[in-house]
């Protein structure tokens, strides 16, 4: 009995608070939530602090896989342009794929190209295409600040992260917690079994068919940028916003 409890506990790896999953795994010692907290605090002190004086951002979700010879890959380049030529900021997740493609797109328009990247294990490099940067341990902060600073969302085909930052997206605005931001899904082949199932939701009643008007699908770059254009000015009168500019007492300059 005795070697049998030796040699479970000499096969036991300890769990530490460097662990980010240690935090997902119920209650911890006082000790360790003050220090999940402080690192939280932490992260959006950054995000604060490199996103703050960036201006209007319109963020592009999409999947990090695509290569850039992929049609998506092309077709999201051309968005980034479109965007800054609207005068917004093209703000990304920093990774590669369709990431890189819009921050590549923006930067080849001479726009502003920044991105909230998250630390991955097999996935840790931010593209090239980048003004600014900052990188996250959690998903929750990342996500937060991406939603923080945007005032319209680009979503390009990709799959259960972009889902999840779609969906997301469309329960913020559907219960109010956010403002009706445009929402742009590009690629007409690969959303519209998706565009069907929220048709189906609506006639379910687990939707309002208002909710359908969430969400414009196509795949023309000029009609996104429009689109986005317009609803961001009727509703946001973002020249009309105060602007705070950058102390350089605070370092921020």
């Known amino acids: 009995m005795v070697d049998e409890i030796h040699h479970e506990q000499s096969n036991h790896i300890p769990e530490t608070p460097s662990d980010d999953s240690y935090y997902l795994e119920g209650s911890k010692s006082r000790a360790s939530e003050l220090v999940f907290l402080l690192k939280v605090m932490w992260e959006f002190f950054q995000g604060f602090r490199v996103l703050h004086f960036i201006g209007p951002c ?33 703000m990304t997740g920093g990774g590669p794929g369709i990431m890189e493609a819009a921050n590549r797109g923006a930067r080849e328009g001479s726009g502003q190209s920044v991105g909230a990247t998250i630390i991955l294990p097999l996935e840790n490099t931010p593209n090239p295409y980048m003004d600014k940067w900052v990188s996250f341990n959690y998903f929750f902060v990342r996500k937060y600040l991406l939603f923080k600073y945007s005032y319209g969302f680009v979503v390009m085909p990709g799959g259960v992260g972009t889902m999840d930052e779609l969906f997301e997206t469309l329960t913020l605005i559907q219960t109010k917690k956010i403002k009706d931001f445009p929402v742009v899904l590009m690629g007409v082949e690969f959303y519209t079994p998706l565009k069907n199932m929220l048709s189906a939701m609506a006639d379910a009643g687990t939707i309002d068919r208002s909710d359908l008007d969430l969400v414009l699908l196509t795949d023309s770059v000029e009609e996104a940028a429009n689109y986005i254009e317009k609803i961001v000015g009727e509703r946001f009168k973002l020249h009309k916003r105060y602007k705070i500019k950058p102390s350089k007492l605070l370092g921020e300059v």
């Open 58 to 90: 319109i963020t592009v979700f999409g999947s990090a896989r695509f290569k850039e010879d992929h049609k998506y890959y092309k077709l999201t380049q051309d968005v980034g342009k479109a965007l800054v030529k609207k005068k917004f900021a093209v």
